[in-house]
């Protein structure tokens, strides 16, 4: 598995920001607005064509990638809170909103994603918890598919414990 330097450090972007990015049907970023390139510290010719993951920080749990991307696969928009990592280690929590983008004739020809900041409490009390669960789960087993099926099924049983889909488990958080 690939080692990621991360510093510990935590960045804050402001509540009236929005973090805006566009990428084609493989994930690979096609846009990027100035408040992305600040907090990714990359500059717009380092992103532009790279898959969006080149952020994606190491205690974010696979499975909620691997619903995110099943969710767009249906044509459905997904809401997600989301660790991630700047070019030098740091990194920063977002709640993010994921929608597919269309052509006039309505087929799906990228995605688009606007994230805002998200509450502290939330981010405290529920999701930091339940994310450091899910990513042992994940790897847990020496078959990283196997790990990340096991941790699915547990993101999966914690709304439907509640008798919510995912997007209304995180609605209700953010609510």
């Excluded at 995605?111 to 994940?138: C, F, G, M």
Aim: hydrophobic share 35%.
């Amino acid at each position: 598995m690939k080692q990621f330097k991360t510093t510990g450090r935590e960045l804050f972007f402001d509540d009236d920001e929005i973090i805006v990015s566009k990428t084609d049907l493989k994930g690979k970023l096609t846009y990027t607005n100035p408040v992305f390139i600040r907090l990714a510290g990359y500059s717009e010719a380092e992103l532009l064509g790279k898959p969006h993951n080149i952020i994606r920080h190491p205690d974010m749990p696979r499975c909620v990638f691997q619903l995110l991307w099943e969710t767009l696969g249906r044509g459905e928009e997904i809401f997600a809170y989301v660790i991630n990592k700047s070019k030098n280690g740091d990194h920063y929590w977002v709640l993010a909103h994921v929608t597919p983008s269309r052509n006039q004739s309505g087929k799906i020809i990228g995605y688009h994603s606007n994230r805002r900041t998200p509450d502290k409490k939330i981010l405290q009390s529920s999701i930091i918890p339940l994310y450091r669960e899910l990513v042992a789960i994940e790897n847990s087993t020496s078959n990283r598919k196997d790990g990340m099926e096991k941790s699915y099924q547990k993101l999966l049983s914690v709304a439907s414990s509640q008798s919510m889909k995912y997007d209304e488990f995180i609605a209700r958080l953010a609510a």
